[in-house]
């Protein structure tokens, strides 16, 4: 048998398999009204950055993630105004708030895949609307972390409008938010953003056997 042939049938189903929500908090439904958290840049008006816990019941390869918001709109009225893209970033969970950093990385509105949830009407309601961004995959252990994301804005840390993050209508009320964004200062608060990670979970050994064997058995036909 050609072992080139055999590592390939080995390593092809966990390449195949694709990406998942492996979590999800989702927003209101336009029915009820959108409300959100504002999470700002660091030296903004406002200089506060939310993040919001998760936990993954398995060892997962994290490919992406997506939030919903708006923008205040007290400035810039024409969606997406003062957005220009968002930074987001992964943290370990230590004491109910965020911890060591594991993935940070930003992106321009360009690089983000945008659906309207909600159309505004100018001068009476706003655009809500969902970002979501696919990166560079990272492995995270099974356990409990929290997802940041916070705005970066067209006119630098100017007194101008800032990114309001939805919460959700559903979670546990354990997120949390950091006053000076960037200084590690995070303090526990009651609310649920509304975000989704997307993964492929990790075969534990025994699966991963039982693709090998299967993969072997495959090409041993195919002699």
Do not use: C, H
Not at 135 to 155: K, T
Not at 192 to 214: E, H, K, M, S, Y
């Amino acid at each position: 048998m050609n072992k080139f042939a055999f590592a390939v049938a080995i390593a092809a189903p966990v390449a195949l398999a694709s990406a998942q929500t492996v979590f999800e908090q989702a927003p209101g439904d336009g029915a009820g009204g959108f409300a959100g958290t504002v999470s700002d840049e660091a030296g903004g008006f406002f200089d506060v950055r939310q993040a919001d816990n998760f936990s993954l019941s398995e060892a997962t390869t994290i490919t992406g993630a997506a939030w919903s918001g708006f923008e205040e709109s007290f400035f810039s009225p024409d969606f997406p105004g003062n957005i220009a893209g968002f930074s987001v970033e992964f943290f370990t969970a230590a004491g109910g708030v965020p911890d060591s950093s594991v993935f940070q990385a930003d992106f321009l509105l360009a690089d983000l895949s945008q659906t309207i949830l909600s159309p505004g009407v100018p001068g009476l309601t706003l655009t809500v609307a969902e970002w979501e961004a696919s990166f560079a995959s990272f492995d995270l252990a099974a356990g409990d972390y929290f997802f940041a994301v916070n705005v970066i804005s067209v006119n630098g840390t100017a007194n101008d409008d800032s990114f309001v993050w939805n919460t959700s209508i559903a979670g546990d009320g354990a997120a949390a938010t950091e006053t000076g964004v960037g200084s590690g200062a995070w303090a526990a608060n009651a609310n649920d953003q509304a975000f989704a990670i997307r993964g492929v979970p990790v075969p534990t050994p025994a699966v991963a056997g039982l693709f090998g064997a299967a993969g072997l058995l495959a090409a041993r036909r195919r002699r």
